[in-house]
């Protein structure tokens, strides 16, 4: 699925961050469909302040995701299931304006937190509009069967959907624990099913989350025009997302083995953020030997 060269990304950021050595195209829905038909990897990377919004994007990251995630990683939470909306919309609009001030090119992803979603779909068409009104492109929601019907609501009023499947951490207590998902007939063809139903709804990514290896690349082999976003899901799918932090090797806890350290290769920060974007692109990232499923 990745392209075989990092033609296009930045040689150097300048003096200033967010100066670009050439400018690329605003990564739009048409932008991502173009990319997906040409098997060109996305991508992406979560990212909570301007600053760093400015150097992922200046880096050539096509899409950032404004996780919730943050509840981990920025208000030091077990889980991200404490994370609230109001949360979520302080952090888009930091991010949103990052890029504002440096002409970002990058997508803007913002999940849909904890309980903001369930109810109906009527509660996420007002907690989306809320994260696409700070600045958000499209929003993320997790779960598959039941949000079909959320998926299309949103999609029918405009709002671009991103949906995630397998390991989905806002249910981690009813899946009791970080587990790899995928691992029996059963439950491989339950996400299939869910994936293909997402895609009919409209959604236009599918984050895979710690789904063994092959069953990510069934389903991405299964869906015509919603492209894949692994993450510990090996590299069969149509692009990547990393947690900023893990990226850098700064996380709290115990960091998962799919991870790479790109700042411990060298060159600082902004050129660890280049190296990841690079290695997605070629395909050298992830490396599916160091995944046990």
Known sequence: MPSNDCAGLHTGLGPHIGQRAEQRKPFTLPRLREMHTRREAIAMLTAYDATFAAVADAAGVDAILVGDSLGMVCQGHPSTVPVRMDAMCYHVECVARGLARTSGTAMVIADLPYGSYHESPSQALRNAV????????????????????????????????????????????????YRVQGNTADDASRLRTHAVALQEAGAAMLVLEMVRAQVAADITAALAHCPTIGIGSGRGTAGQVLVLHDVLGVGLGRTPRFVRNFLAEGGGIEAALRSYVCAVKDGSFPDDSLHAW
């Open 130 to 177: 809320a994260l696409m009104q700070a600045g958000a492109h499209m929003v993320k929601l997790e779960g598959g069967g039941w949000t079909t019907d959320t998926v299309r609501c949103l999609t029918e009023r405009g709002i671009p959907v991103c949906a995630h499947l397998g390991l989905t951490p806002q249910s981690v207590h009813a899946l009791g624990g």
